[in-house]
């Protein structure tokens, strides 16, 4: 076979369809190319962190990766530095309660790049009226420099009484991220 050199390739008529190969058919893309848009991402869950301090800012342990595109999420730093400079979307969210029942009126979760609030959602009951559990998330356009910056997902909750829990297992929490453009 031979190779073909162009610049463009565009449809016999304006609003056609270009195929290239026939079903089954595999593809090769040289190094540099993209072959998708919307990565690198990642997506990650935790397990329940018990003993929280009431009103106590603390990073959400997502320690198992549901898929990780391109091996740039830590699962023992609980953080995300992706190699590719570009806009993400970033988004993560959890259930908090206090370990004594219904003692719990202020949820926040927050989004920290480079070890500080980039964003971070309120969601606050009122005091009298006490809550025992709450599902909290935010999301953000964050813009990562392809080298050092690193997203975090940390939350908040403040109890009347006893300690916080903060449950991020499969079924109650999510961190994930994904490259939106540059």
Same mark, same amino acid.
Do not use: H
């Given at each position: 076979m031979?190779t073909i050199k162009?610049?463009n390739i565009?449809? $016999?008529?304006d609003n056609?369809?270009v195929?290239l190969?026939?079903?089954g058919?595999?593809?090769?893309?040289? &190094?540099?190319?993209?072959?998708?848009?919307?990565y690198?991402a990642?997506e990650a869950?935790g397990?329940?962190?018990?003993?929280i301090?009431s009103?106590?800012?603390?990073?959400i342990?997502?320690?198992?990766e549901?898929?990780?595109t391109?091996?740039?999420?830590?699962t023992?730093?609980?953080r995300?530095t992706?190699?590719v400079?570009?806009k993400?979307?970033v988004?993560?969210g959890l259930?908090m309660y206090?370990d &004594?029942a219904y003692?719990?009126?202020?949820?926040?979760?927050? $989004?920290?790049?480079?070890?500080? $609030?980039?964003k971070?959602t309120?969601?606050?009951a009122?005091?009298?009226y006490?809550e025992s559990?709450?599902?909290?998330?935010?999301?953000?356009?964050v813009?990562?420099?392809g080298?050092?910056?690193?997203?975090? $997902?940390?939350?908040?909750?403040?109890? %009347?009484s %006893?300690?916080?829990?903060f449950d991020?297992r499969?079924?109650?929490?999510?961190?994930?991220?994904?490259?939106? %453009?540059s």
């Amino acid at each position: 076979m031979g190779t073909i050199k162009t610049t463009n390739i565009e449809p $016999i008529a304006d609003n056609g369809t270009v195929t290239l190969g026939s079903s089954g058919d595999q593809f090769t893309l040289a &190094t540099g190319a993209k072959s998708s848009f919307l990565y690198p991402a990642f997506e990650a869950y935790g397990a329940e962190q018990t003993g929280i301090s009431s009103s106590t800012w603390t990073k959400i342990s997502f320690g198992t990766e549901v898929f990780d595109t391109n091996s740039m999420y830590d699962t023992s730093a609980y953080r995300f530095t992706p190699t590719v400079a570009g806009k993400y979307n970033v988004y993560g969210g959890l259930s908090m309660y206090s370990d &004594t029942a219904y003692q719990a009126y202020v949820f926040n979760t927050a $989004i920290y790049k480079n070890g500080s $609030i980039y964003k971070f959602t309120p969601n606050n009951a009122n005091p009298s009226y006490d809550e025992s559990e709450r599902f909290c998330s935010t999301n953000a356009t964050v813009v990562m420099n392809g080298s050092s910056d690193y997203v975090e $997902i940390y939350g908040r909750c403040v109890a %009347g009484s %006893g300690t916080v829990v903060f449950d991020s297992r499969i079924t109650q929490g999510v961190f994930g991220a994904y490259r939106i %453009g540059s």
